[in-house]
Each structure stands twice: as structure tokens, then as C-alpha cells.
């Protein structure tokens, strides 16, 4: 048979076999709602400080006189420029997108505004001292700005919108790069074990069961401790924690296909070892792979969370759910409850939707259905 023939026979296979995994997947209604869940989570994360009201880095502009606004409340502020210039202020969409941009001016809530000649008197909005009056230039005075505080403000006056969104990419950037490490030393080392048994096997059980045996929140901690704390440093301590599980899965597959017929015609016919491992076997295993990783990226998010509260994982000002809850845990018992359950509400439906994602993925996988 001519090579472009065999060729596009294979490739018609593997588009049959991903087109009958998704219109199984996409009967799976539950499951499909969680998917588009996910999906407008990720955009809405990718966007971040586009869309986010504060677009400040790390969303931290704080204005204490508006501290613990309730959620909806509605603000008038007058915008003053600073006195200090600001750079980076031109340097394009993806920049702000990425990073954010501070603000070039100087945000001052107001009960009330009066023009006279060329000053601007207001009355300071604040609870402590409702009759604070101060004046400006009309030279200094920008413009009048209203906000809306969908989520209202944290203890620090802080647009709680704005934090929640771009913790939403931490926790998923976090979840994504610690997986890909997981899988980058699970895969490589139960590969090995598996194709290869024997000695090789004994050596790297042994390993495997020795790190199984320490529990993986402990650790993290101790990785962490040796790293720092930080952004990055959170990334290695999980990654480096979870390949034990996909190591396991991927050792227990490969010993199961290694006896099969094809591996043993590859093996007659004298291709290498890593062509029958990489090219033959692993991409057998993919459906398996695909339904962990959605369980590790949801333990990941966990494991972020915990050492965010902690004090060991992600460091203010950069935002994190984590983080979130641990500044306003201690207003549960008050009014302010919300300040707390709105980021665990949060971290409960994004680790919902990966395990159920795990779960659908893995009937649609399933050629006895």
C-alpha cells in the first residue's frame, strides 16, 4: 500500500476516534455545562486586568476611606494627578493585560462636590470623619469617576471583583504548570518501570513507595521551605509532589500493553526502545492521562489554597484565593462574612469542575459504551 494512503488512513482513525469521544462528551449535558464553565473561567482569567475594574498590578489599589463597602454599593470619586509621574503607562494592550497598569491618578471618594472660581471642594467620604472637606486646583482635578463595587471592598479598599479575577489565574496557571511537571517526571519514570520490569521496576517502585509514603501536603511544605515562598516556587513544590500518582497509573498501563501483539511485532521488527515506548504504547494511554490530570489540577488548586493560607505559598500583594480567605477568615462571625466565602464558594466550583470533568471524560473515553 502506497505511504500516502497509509498515511491518511491513519490520520482519518485518529480524527474517527477524537469525533466519537466528543459526541459522547457532548451528550454528557452535565458535564458539558461544567466544560463551558471552565472554558468561560479560563477566558475571563486570560483577559484579567482588561476587564478587571481595578487595573492596577496585583489589583491593589487601596483606598482605605471606602474599606468594607457592601457588595453593589455605588461610589462617586474625584480624580487628582499624582504628584509623582507614572511610566509605562503606553505600552499596549498585552502588556496591561499581563500586568497591568498603575493609575495615573489619584482616586478621592465623595459625598459631595462644589465649583467655586478655580477650586474644587469635597466632602471626604469617610465614617470616622464625615465632615472632612478638602479643596484642589481645578488645574489638579481630571475628571469625576463612578464606580460600581459589584463584590464591594476588603478591609484594605480593595475591589474584592478585581482580586477575585485575577486569583482566578493564579489558581489555574498554578494548576496547569504544576500538572505539566507531573506529567513530564510521572510519565518518564513509570514508563521506564513498567516497559522495562525487573530491576529497573524493583529500583523505581521502591522510590515510588518511599515518596507515596510521605503525605503530600507535608511535602509541599518541606519543598517550599527550601525553595521560599512565592509564585514560582509554588509551581516546583506541587509539580514535584504529584508525579507519584501519575507515575503509578502510567506504570500499571504499560506493564498491561507491553505483552501485547504490536509492542512484540515493534520489538521483532527492531525499532528502539524509546520509538516502542513514545510512538507505540503511550499514545495508548492518553485517555487515562487526560482523566488524572483533570483530578491533579484539582488537587493542585487544593494544594495552592492551603499554603496561600498558610503563609507559604502565593505572597501579597498578588492575589489568590488562598490568600483571600486568610486575610478575612476572622470576619465569618460578623456582617462581613462574605469576605471569605465568596473565594471558597470559588475555590469549591472550580475543583467541582475539574473532578467532574475527570469523570465525563473518562465515560466518553470508554470504548465498552
Not at 475571563?44 to 454599593?73: A, V
Not at 482523566?291 to 484539582?298: G, L, P, R, T
Amino acid at each position: 500500500m502506497p505511504f500516502f494512503i497509509r498515511r491518511r488512513k491513519k490520520n482519518f482513525n485518529s480524527q474517527s476516534i477524537f469525533s466519537i469521544t466528543w459526541r459522547k462528551f457532548r451528550k454528557n449535558r452535565f458535564g458539558m455545562g461544567w466544560f463551558v464553565f471552565l472554558c468561560l473561567l479560563v477566558t475571563i482569567s486570560l483577559l484579567g486586568y482588561l476587564i478587571t475594574p481595578d487595573h492596577t498590578p496585583y489589583c491593589n489599589e487601596q483606598i482605605l476611606e471606602i474599606r468594607l463597602l457592601k457588595p453593589g454599593t455605588q461610589m462617586d470619586f474625584l480624580a487628582v494627578k499624582n504628584k509623582q509621574s507614572i511610566d509605562n503607562q503606553n505600552k499596549g494592550w498585552l502588556n496591561t493585560m499581563l500586568f497591568g497598569k498603575p493609575n495615573p491618578y489619584h482616586l478621592i471618594p465623595f459625598t459631595n462636590i462644589q465649583y467655586k472660581d478655580d477650586s474644587v471642594t469635597v466632602t471626604v467620604f469617610n465614617e470616622t470623619a464625615p465632615f472632612n472637606r478638602k479643596s484642589f486646583c481645578k488645574e489638579e482635578v481630571v475628571k469625576v469617576v463612578h464606580r460600581t463595587f459589584l463584590l464591594g471592598t476588603d478591609r484594605y479598599g480593595r475591589d474584592m471583583l478585581s482580586q477575585l479575577i485575577i486569583g482566578a489565574r493564579v489558581s489555574l496557571s498554578i494548576g496547569f504548570v504544576a500538572v505539566c511537571i507531573a506529567l513530564l517526571i510521572g510519565v518518564f519514570i513509570g514508563a521506564a518501570a513498567g516497559y522495562f520490569g525487573g530491576r529497573t521496576d524493583s529500583v523505581i517502585l521502591w522510590f515510588i513507595n518511599v515518596v507515596w509514603s510521605v503525605p503530600s501536603l507535608l511535602l509541599v511544605i518541606a519543598i517550599s521551605f527550601v525553595l521560599g515562598s512565592g509564585f514560582w516556587q509554588v509551581f516546583i513544590a506541587i509539580g514535584l509532589t504529584m508525579w507519584v500518582d501519575v507515575a503509578r497509573v502510567v506504570r500499571g498501563q504499560f506493564i498491561s500493553l507491553r505483552e501485547k501483539e504490536y509492542v512484540e511485532a515493534s520489538k521483532a521488527l527492531g525499532f528502539h526502545n524509546f520509538t516502542i515506548i513514545f510512538k507505540h504504547i503511550l499514545p495508548n494511554i492518553t485517555g487515562t492521562l487526560t482523566v488524572i490530570s483533570a483530578s491533579n489540577f484539582a488537587s493542585a488548586i487544593l494544594m495552592e489554597a492551603g499554603l496561600s493560607f498558610l503563609g507559604i505559598g502565593v505572597q501579597p500583594p498578588m492575589p489568590s484565593w488562598g490568600n483571600m480567605i486568610k486575610e478575612n477568615y476572622g470576619y465569618i462571625i460578623l456582617d462581613y462574612a462574605y469576605l471569605a466565602i465568596i473565594p471558597g464558594m470559588a475555590i469549591v466550583l472550580l475543583v467541582l469542575a475539574f473532578m467532574i470533568l475527570g469523570n465525563s471524560l473518562r465515560d466518553a473515553m470508554d470504548v465498552s459504551s
